[in-house]
């Protein structure tokens, strides 16, 4: 397993919940960690980027809601998610690469490692 993501549930909208993701392996020599969604009948959207040295970038919607972070010496990644919105409810991967570019606005994206995700439900 080179990424392992963990910590989705069902949450009532206006709450919070933190996603985790550890890398290991060849995964380790990452530059960039982000998160991902898709939800059903969509596309695989990314929602935030940071590189390893916690530098942090969000697209759309949740700016301002969405935190991610990374420690780097247990090598994990998190997103912080708060005020959530029933269009937030999606899978949620993450993945890694050892460049940042276009290819991660892709549909599909073009990131070499990816994690198995974790379902987010947010209801009204």
């Known amino acids: 397993v080179q990424l392992q993501a963990c910590g989705g549930g069902l949450v009532q909208a206006g709450g919070s919940l933190r996603l985790s993701c550890a890398a290991s392996?060849?995964?380790?020599?990452?530059?960039?960690m982000g998160w991902y969604r898709q939800a059903p009948g969509k596309s695989r959207e990314l929602v935030a980027a940071?590189?390893?040295?916690?530098?942090?970038s969000y697209v759309g919607s949740v700016k301002g809601r969405f935190t991610i972070s990374i420690d780097i010496s247990k090598y994990t990644m998190y997103l912080q998610m708060n005020s959530l919105k029933p269009e937030d409810t999606a899978v949620y991967y993450c993945?890694?690469?050892?460049?940042?570019?276009?290819?991660?606005?892709?549909?599909?994206?073009?990131?070499?490692?990816w994690g198995k995700g974790t379902q987010v439900t947010v209801s009204s």
């Open positions: 392996g060849s995964a380790l020599g990452f530059n960039v």
């Open positions: 940071i590189t390893r040295g916690g530098t942090p």
């Open positions: 993945a890694a690469d050892d460049l940042y570019g276009s290819s991660w606005h892709r549909a599909p994206p073009g990131v070499h490692y």
